[in-house]
């Protein structure tokens, strides 16, 4: 069976590449010499070949050349050839070369009214000849019927085939659409994963050090020690910042395998004590953390979206609030996490539409939450962001 594949195959590939017009003469020129045997070394009774049967036969080869180009008109003109073989007893073939052909041809292309009414013509036509010929056999019924509708059943299997193709090529097609679709979609979720990320890093590591900056000139001749905690401080943040910045980047993918080291891990809600810490210190914001329900388990780009969420609601408070205190509540419940950043601000208004806060609604929803911003109940300014456990997060995403 594979040797047999092994040559089959690649005849019918060259075939379907071929001109089209230079295969159907082949089998036009074909059809006309299986025709003319019987009358090239015909049978004892049987009738010589005359110059009209010759034409009549050449009449029901030649329009096969453009069988797939007109295959309805291709068939009525073999189906009057044949008849008026018949009917003049040119004679007639043994075998209806031609007949096959547009039968075949007529399946495979043909519409359904043109199919049907040209298979019922050739089984009329086959049975009217051999009732008015002299000495019908009742196998020759039987071989012609049989031949006819085997060529008509081959038709309408290569059809199927080719429908059925065609619409695996067009799933294929859609298919690869989708992936490029769902690659760009990716793509554009993971740049602006990172641009979020690096404007929360950039700008709470700014901040940081433009609060202590401004606080090192005032204290640098007159408390030395200070001023060197200051700077200390600011080196430190930037520090950080560009070590986070590295890791966003994979900057440092290469260094790692030559060294073998891990790389950090994102920040998770077990680094905000630290965070909380690191602002009180560095801006003399008094920043209070209280938790309250009992902590359970959420996904690692949920912890990075809590993370960031109070990132960047303490970079906005030190940056535009003209704040004394800050107060980041963890409200945890069977169906998630509530983060709530209040600050008693008096500063200028802050607007709720600023990339920060776009962003922190990004990752909000990304994770199947959400977050608002706004004023206070008693003044200052509140940041709400909730996001949902793993079950409810599949849920809010569908």
């Known amino acids: 069976m594979s ?13 379907r590449t071929t001109n089209p017009y230079v295969v159907d003469s082949a089998l036009a020129v074909l059809v006309l010499f299986a025709a003319s045997l019987q009358w090239m070394f015909p049978d004892e009774g049987d009738d010589r070949l005359t110059l009209a049967g010759w034409l009549l036969g050449a009449a029901t080869a030649v329009p096969l050349v453009w069988r797939r180009r007109f295959p309805y008109s291709c068939a009525v003109a073999v189906s ?9 007893h040119a004679p007639p073939p043994d075998v209806l070369y031609g007949g096959l052909v547009v039968l075949y041809t007529m399946a495979a292309q043909g519409l ?11 089984l009329l036509g086959a049975v ?17 019927i049989t031949g006819m509708i085997c060529a008509y059943g081959l038709g309408g299997l290569a059809r199927l085939q080719r429908a059925y193709t065609a619409a695996v090529e067009d799933r294929a097609r859609r298919l690869e659409r989708e992936r490029a679709a769902e690659t760009a979609r990716a793509i554009a979720q993971e740049r602006s994963r990172i641009a979020r990320d690096m404007h929360d890093i950039l700008a709470h590591a700014v901040s ?7 606080a090192g000139p005032v204290v640098v001749r007159s408390d030395p020690a200070r001023a060197e905690a200051v700077f200390d401080a600011i080196a430190a943040s930037g520090r950080d910042a560009m070590t986070q910045l590295r890791r966003i980047l994979g900057v440092l993918k290469e260094e790692e395998r030559r060294s073998g080291g891990a790389r950090v891990p994102q920040p998770d809600l077990a680094g905000l004590p630290d965070l909380v810490r690191q602002v009180a210190e560095s801006t003399g914001l008094r920043v209070e953390l209280s938790v309250h329900g009992r902590p359970r388990p959420l996904p690692p780009d949920t912890e990075v979206a809590a993370y960031r969420a109070v990132q960047e609601a303490l970079t906005n408070t030190v940056k535009h609030a003209y704040a004394s205190c800050a107060q980041v509540e963890l409200d945890w419940a069977e169906d998630g996490l509530t983060l709530t950043v209040t600050d008693d601000g008096r500063g200028p208004a802050r607007t709720e539409g600023g990339h920060g806060l776009i962003g922190l609604r990004e990752r909000a929803a990304a994770c199947g939450g959400g977050a608002e911003a706004g004023p206070g109940p008693e003044g200052g300014f509140r940041v709400v962001v909730r996001l949902p ?10």
Do not use: I
């Open 3 to 15: 040797a047999a594949r092994s040559w089959y195959a690649p005849v019918v590939t060259r075939l």
């Open 80 to 88: 009057v050839a044949t008849t008026a073989m018949a009917y003049y």
């Open 112 to 122: 359904p009214w043109q199919r049907r009414s040209m298979l019922a013509g050739w």
């Open 128 to 144: 009217l000849t051999m009732q008015h010929k002299e000495h019908s056999e009742p196998f020759e019924y039987a071989f012609h």
């Open 208 to 214: 940081l050090m433009v609060v202590q900056a401004e």
């Open 389 to 398: 456990a793993s079950a409810d997060r599949e849920a809010a995403l569908g």
